[in-house]
């Protein structure tokens, strides 16, 4: 099942690059759950637990605020025909 943010940056972005997009993305997403839970431990176990959940409730409302004021609030969604596909130069592909 893909996720919302692989189908806009999958349709928007060339084919050619889709592998190495999607492997950042997850990379990053993956990446910063474990940093997130033992920085909220960190910080839970210093400051206690009330201020630390006070804290994560304000950054989600920062982050939803951050969207509501940004470009996407205009989005008017993806283009219904896509770019054509860029021809491969058979040079770069490993096929003589």
């Known amino acids: 099942m893909r996720r919302p943010d692989e189908k806009v940056y999958g349709e928007t972005g060339p084919l050619l690059i889709y592998g ?3 492997s950042l993305f997850t990379f990053v997403s993956q990446g910063a759950a474990p940093l997130g839970a033992v920085l909220g431990g960190v910080i839970g176990t210093l400051i206690g637990l009330r201020l630390t959940l006070a804290i994560a409730v304000a950054g989600e409302f920062t982050a939803g ?3 509501l004021f940004s470009a996407l609030r205009n989005f008017e969604g ?3 025909e896509p770019e054509p596909e860029p021809e491969i130069d058979s040079t770069l592909s490993g096929k003589a």
């Open 78 to 80: 993806i283009p219904a």
């Open 65 to 67: 605020l951050v969207l």
């Open 20 to 22: 190495r997009v999607n």
